[in-house]
Nanobody
Framework: QVQLVESGGGLVQAGGSLRLSCEAS????????MAWFRQAPGKEREFVAG???YYADPVKGRFTISRDNAKNTFYLQMNSLKPEDTAVYYC?????????????????WGQGTQVTVSS
């Protein structure tokens, strides 16, 4: 069992940067595959990034993921933000080393953090 809490969202102008954090409670954080998803209004939740360094095409070259197993924290550094990046961003975890780009691949989810990019 793991609980996830995201933070770091907010309002930023286009071209700006934000860093999201996902803090996990529970043990053996290093045993979990982690990913970031996002959901814009009226759209389905979509994969953003996960695993060691796998990125969806719209964010390649702009977003970077990292994790600190000693702090039980997973990060998403977002640079060169665009208005189309506006969404609620969710952290997800699945026990095991296999990363998935599908929502059904993850058992544990955070509550989400809002990211709004103004033009």
């Amino acid at each position: 069992q793991v609980q996830l809490v995201e933070s770091g969202g907010g309002l930023v102008q286009a071209g700006g940067s934000l860093r999201l954090s996902c803090e996990a409670s529970g043990r053996a954080f290093s045993n979990y595959a982690m990913a970031w998803f996002r959901q814009a209004p009226g759209k389905e939740r979509e994969f953003v990034a996960g695993g060691r360094a796998y990125y969806a095409d719209p964010v390649k070259g702009r977003f970077t993921i990292s994790r600190d197993n000693a702090k039980n924290t997973f990060y998403l550094q977002m640079n060169s933000l665009k208005p189309e990046d506006t969404a609620v961003y969710y952290c997800a975890a699945s026990l095991g080393a296999v990363m998935s780009t599908a929502t059904f691949g993850y058992k544990y989810w955070g509550q989400g953090t809002q990211v709004t990019v103004s033009s």
